[in-house]
């Protein structure tokens, strides 16, 4: 009986490692397929492996310590941060990029990383995931770290309501008991997630205010998500972030064992920052501009701490770190310099404002609107974007360009934010627009949609020699 029962086990083991085979081969072939037809599909690949083995990333990250970064905004330079400190430190690691944060994308992204067998030969994965996709995703991944950077109100009609994405994520972190969480201390949502888990957490935050003046912004969290009474402040850097605490019924903000206790100066280009990581200070030198890489510097720093990497390393790893695609990337385009900064909801463009405002060099503009699914089919979110903010430093802007699908809209929210409706030039051909762009040397910044960069980014590479994203 015994004998027999031990039979059947073996079997199914048979079988399983045969679907597992099947799908992994599936999965690689179809890939190299799409890559051959110079197609950066990363979705059907893993679709497939998914239709003949249910459980299959639960196969291949077996035995892989695994990173996952979530949140709203800067997940991808976050990621990259990670990936910076990783490949300093000397882990035999691999990453999957924004294209491939949801669930099927990410077991491509394994699939490619192991062998036919399903063996993985890697000892840790660092994964961006999209917040939606956290929920399922989580199931499967032996996650040892998880970094939420921060929840934003963000294409509302693919997640409903901020509270959704926030309760995608909640669930998804009852399935990974054993990750520590590395939590955003100044949001007031992403703080809500470690209430009640039984997890680790380490916070991180920014201990001081970032800009002396910011962009007015609608706070994406104003009352109190335990009693709905509205918070008080101590200070605030940008949107609902700051030293938060509700009057009534006590829930504030946690001391971070990684903050940054002193901006010392935030560039076009750089930031410098003194941040003080489980009780030692650390003068660290970003390699990107803006507030939110501040954020995301901190993050990067108390995840490493969760992995093994000293914090010398993880802050050397963030001087060294150069920027990557979309994320205040820089181009030179005909006699302009051009820098692209992705936009895709109003805190997040906001941010984009405080920096171009920052600057005080005569620079052109371009404000570039989609109205994909990936960009958020609903484009009224643009109404609560402070282009106000720009307005009055429209005397700097050499020329005001409007692009995109949804270009006519983009116009007409400049003109009602104060900016003279006769400057604005709306170019739709993205090849006149890069004419545009490199007719004079005064730097641009481009203002881009998640879609409407892929876009631009198409008709650049015929004009240089910048690798396409997926390669
Ligand atoms: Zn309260």
Known sequence: MFYKRNEITREKEKIMGIRTRLAVLACKTSNAVLRRMGRGGTNLPGKIALKIDKDILKELSRGVKVTVVTGTNGKTTTSRMIEQAFEEAGYKYFANKSGANLLTGIITVFAQHCSLSGKCSYTHA???????????????????????????????????????????????????????????????????????VPNKVV???????IYKETAFELSDAVYCIH?????????????????FRCPKCGYHRQTPQVGVTQVVRTGADSSDIVLNAFGHSHDVHINLPGGYNIYNAAACVAAAEIVGIDEDTAVDALSRFECGFGRAEQFELGKSKARMMLVKNPAGYNQVINQISNDEEECKIAFLLNDRYADGTDISWIWDVDFEALARQSARFTRILVSGVRADDMALRLKYAGFDTGRIEV????????????????????MPTYTAMFDLRGEISKHTDIKAFYE
């Open 227 to 243: 009693c709905k009474t509205e918070y008080e402040y101590d200070y605030r850097t940008y949107s609902h972030l700051g030293g």
């Open 427 to 446: 170019i739709r051909d993205y090849e006149n627009l890069l004419e545009a762009i490199g007719a004079d040397e005064t730097p641009t910044f481009i």
């Open 126 to 196: 660092l994964i961006e995931c999209d917040e939606a996709a956290f929920r399922k995703t989580s199931e499967m991944l032996p996650v040892e770290c998880l970094v939420v950077n921060n929840i934003f109100r963000d294409q509302l009609d693919r997640y409903g309501e901020i509270t959704h994405t926030l309760n995608a994520i909640r669930e998804g972190i009852t399935h990974v008991p054993d990750a520590t969480l590395c939590l955003n201390a100044d949001c007031s949502l992403t703080s809500s997630l470690a209430d009640d």
């Open 203 to 209: 916070w991180f935050g920014v201990d001081v205010p």
